[in-house]
């Protein structure tokens, strides 16, 4: 009988993170030396691939000796920019395109008079990019209840809210009817990645299923959104996060029927489909079709 295994109707790598790692992939064919600043993406395994292939990771620009830095997916400050060039340094820039798209709208509308909110981990490199070079007066990291709290909103005449793009806005949206409440002169910028809907989206109506017991999330441990696809599972389902196959414990599947899988915007396929080979081994079987 064994169990049948599921997969999410959308998982997986977005087309930032398939184009950043393809580009990476190709420099590092090239046989040229280069430094990525911070992980090209949030997944150990392929930062453990690109290691091989000749491309570290490295955590600040100080310590790049290469000839070449590459900005991740998640983008970097301008001033990053600046300083790399100043280095002598030639920049791979594989920032997400709806990345560059929160940098210029927050731009515009700083510009344009309102204090800019960023809803989001403050320590995320996507967030550091948006608002390193930033005046501290000029915008707010907010992520709890608390931190909006802490704040005195009516003194702005108009406040921006962008999101970072890999949350689930569903539970910010407390926080940010607060700001609302407290200002409404507030608007919302819809930056919530469509790849992130998606999964979320998928993520939902797999663990919904009534033949799913049991859902294994595979991505890595500093990914946003695998993070947020896990909780969104574990409100309806027994899950658990994995990195990969290794991760599985066998005794998760027993009594399950039905095993559903999705996986974070940083995991590349071939890691998916070694879960399920794994799931295979252990009993499993893809739905009759
Ligand atoms: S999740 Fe969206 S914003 Fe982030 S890299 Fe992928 S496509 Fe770009």
Redesign the pocket.
Known sequence: MGFVIRRAARYG?????RV?DIRVRRFAASGRRGAILGQV?HNERVVEDLARLGVRTVESLDEVVEPVVVFS??GVPPSLHRLALERGLEVLDTT????YDIHHASQRALAAGAHLVFVGNPGHR?VIGYTHDLDPDAYHVVHTLADVEAVDWSRYESITVFYQ??LNAEEYEEVVQAIERANPATRRADTI????KENQAAARELAEGADIDLVLVVGGRHSA?TRHLFDICARLKPSHLIQGAADIDPAWLSGANGVGLTAG?STPDYVMDEVEARLIELGGHPPQR
Not at 13 to 17: D, E, K, N, Q
Not at 193 to 196: D, G, K, Q, R, S
């Open positions: 790598f977005c087309s930032g993170v950043a993406v997916a998640h997400c395109r709806f990345v996507e793009t890999t990645c469509y790849a992130t959104n915007a």
